[in-house]
């Protein structure tokens, strides 16, 4: 075993004492030990096993169910390096402040040392970790979410990503999610909860390797990717961005409506939440996605909305503060399926239909492996990567942005990005529906000073000779509370306009945001959206979108001077257009 390795477990055993260590192989025997561990340590809730094989229900504290972005720190040399859109700790004291509170706080339990590779083992896309913990929880989630396996042993180098979690007492006051980007280390202390302490997903493959593909000269981005196949047989990829609970996993797994299957199209996934991005020798993007599960929000899930992800959960997978039907061992969620009598919420406390508390938590989750999908992509694991067609950036909107709307160049589309923004969901903790600047769905996972992210954005496309073209996208328009777009399944119409415009089909209609669709451009057949609705959301509302400079303007001043200019450009343009 290399020494880097080595000491690094010896460190951590020595300052938490632990009263084992146990190395984790990636193998299925080992996994179904521990699982039966926590079954009877009341950690995990075996499930129905003919329905559910091989599920368990986990409930987390309920002051921990999401990420908490206000202790969550870019501990980089200098205040400046994390940038106005971080919080910064110096380094020395957050590793003594890590340390006294970790002194000792595995005493009693067992270190559990995982080593791990984020995208295929060997492919130029990996990069290796390894992340202690005391929680079976992250031990089972991060070996459906990552590769898992001490093959990585042999391949990893002194260059790993050292990733230290634990439990200690769940105490909210010593909460603290800790990147250390010139150490490539992650210190996550008192949570037990999905990105708080999947040391793997947000705090290495985004906050992390953004840092590592600033230096490298690639991209590390909270995006989905999805294939699509058109009738004539050619294949398109793109990725989206879009904040958490915004429908990443719902559009990477997308079913096309009716007669578009009847037409031949196809929808493979490729990824739901993370894209690792690099420049290929044809001047082309191309895109893997470096996990290997699903981290997704349960509510609202169902067999209409994403079938996909409802058979992905089906067997080898975790539950988070869902509810629980103790008739016959299985689980049950808001949005699921009409409500059964009884439950037991996502406390542990029982609940009854037509109660005024949520059954399962607004935030709740399902960790599936990957390979459960039944619409995964066989490029998922090419070593490659796929060449992108497209980005698209969204968030929540319930006015002002437009069902789609494409960027004139690959500088408008950055800006475009820079600017989104999204109401707020149960993804992290805080108020819920408040609307927010979310620069690439990227706030808070960007690990480094975001001037400099949007710097490094507009410098990777001066070098592409195929740039994918970049849209936004707005799923979420309202009107008296109501939903204008349907959503879901009939997305394809929009992606479809999108494909269309990346074959150079002469379509849509100038105006000052950018190229949005005529209406007829967008395929009706089956839609059920009235004429009025169709144009409402395709709509480009000059007031509103001069209430969305000024918010812009007031945006951007945080970023001071350090903003690139071409993005003040950019603003001062669309402020032209408007007039
Ligand atoms: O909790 S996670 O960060 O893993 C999920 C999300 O918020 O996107
Ligand atoms: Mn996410």
């Known amino acids: 075993m290399k020494k880097s390795v080595s000491d690094f477990v010896a460190f951590c055993a020595d300052l938490m004492q632990p009263e084992k260590t146990v190395w984790i192989d990636g193998s299925k025997r080992q996994i179904d030990e521990l699982n039966k561990t926590a079954v009877s340590t009341q950690e995990f809730v075996a499930l129905n096993k003919e329905k559910l094989p091989n599920c368990f229900l986990h409930r987390s504290a309920p002051n921990d ?63 290796y970790g390894i992340e202690v913990t005391d929680s ?90 999805v294939g699509i196949t058109r009738p004539d047989g050619k294949k398109y990829y793109i990725a989206g961005a879009f904040p958490s609970a915004c429908g990443k996993t719902n559009l990477a797994m997308l079913i096309p409506p009716k007669e578009y299957l009847e037409r031949g199209y196809k929808v493979e996934t490729i990824g739901d939440d993370i894209a690792w991005i690099r420049v290929g020798k044809d001047g082309a993007l191309y895109a893997a996605n470096p996990e290997y599960g699903f981290f997704g929000v349960a509510p609202g899930t169902n067999m209409k909305t994403n079938a996909n992800a409802m058979l992905s959960c089906q067997k080898d997978s975790l539950l988070t503060n869902v509810a629980l039907n103790p008739a016959d061992d299985t689980v049950w969620w808001e949005g699921m399926s009409e409500a059964p009598e009884t439950l037991i919420d996502w406390t542990g406390k029982p609940w009854h239909k037509g109660s005024e508390t949520k059954a399962a938590h607004p935030n709740s989750r399902f960790t599936a492996p990957i390979v459960n999908c039944p619409c995964l992509s066989p490029e998922f694991e090419n070593p490659q990567g796929v060449k992108l067609s497209a980005i698209l950036f969204g968030g929540r909107r319930e006015d002002t942005v437009p069902l789609v709307y494409e960027a004139k160049n690959w500088e408008h589309g950055v800006f475009v ?27 808070p996972f960007c690990g480094y000073n975001m001037n400099d992210y949007f710097a490094h954005w507009l410098s990777i496309g001066k070098n592409l000779k195929n740039a994918p073209k970049i849209f936004n996208v707005n799923w979420f328009q309202k009107k008296n509370g109501r939903f204008l777009w ?28 950018g190229i949005v669709p005529k209406s007829s451009e967008i395929n009706q057949e089956g839609l059920n959206i009235s004429q009025e609705d169709l144009e409402q959301v395709l709509n480009v509302d000059k007031n509103l979108w001069e209430n969305e400079v000024s918010d812009i303007e007031r945006h951007y001043k945080k970023f001071g001077s350090k903003l690139p200019k071409e993005l003040n450009k950019q603003l001062n343009e669309l402020k032209q257009h408007l007039q």
């Open 486 to 513: 349907p959503g879901f399944g009939d997305n394809m119409r929009v992606i479809d306009w999108i494909i269309d415009r990346c074959e150079g089909k002469e379509y849509g209609t100038q105006t000052p945001i």
């Open 136 to 225: 079976i929880y992250v031990v089972t989630s991060m070996t459906i979410m990552t590769r898992v396996s001490n093959k990585i042993l042999d391949v990893i180098g002194d260059d790993f990503v050292r990733g230290i979690h634990s439990k200690a007492e769940l105490d909210a006051e010593k909460r603290y999610i800790c990147q250390f980007p010139q150490d490539n280390t992650i210190w996550s202390v008192n949570s037990g909860y999905g990105g708080n302490v999947l040391l793997g997903k947000k705090c290495f493959a985004l906050r992390i390797a953004s840092n590592l593909a600033r230096d490298e000269g690639w991209l590390a981005e909270h995006m989905l990717i």
């Open 65 to 127: 169910v999401a990420r908490i972005e206000s202790r969550t720190f870019i501990c980089s040399r200098t205040k400046e390096q994390a940038g106005p859109t971080n919080n910064w700790m110096e380094p020395n004291e957050a590793y003594k402040l890590l340390s006294d509170i970790s002194r000792g706080c595995m005493k009693g339990r067992t270190m559990y040392v995982i080593p791990y590779s984020m995208a295929p083992i060997g492919s130029p896309f990996a990069k």
């Open 417 to 443: 990005a820079s600017v989104m923004a999204s109401q707020t969901t149960a993804a992290a903790a805080g108020a819920v529906g408040v609307l927010r600047r979310d620069p690439f769905a990227m706030l």
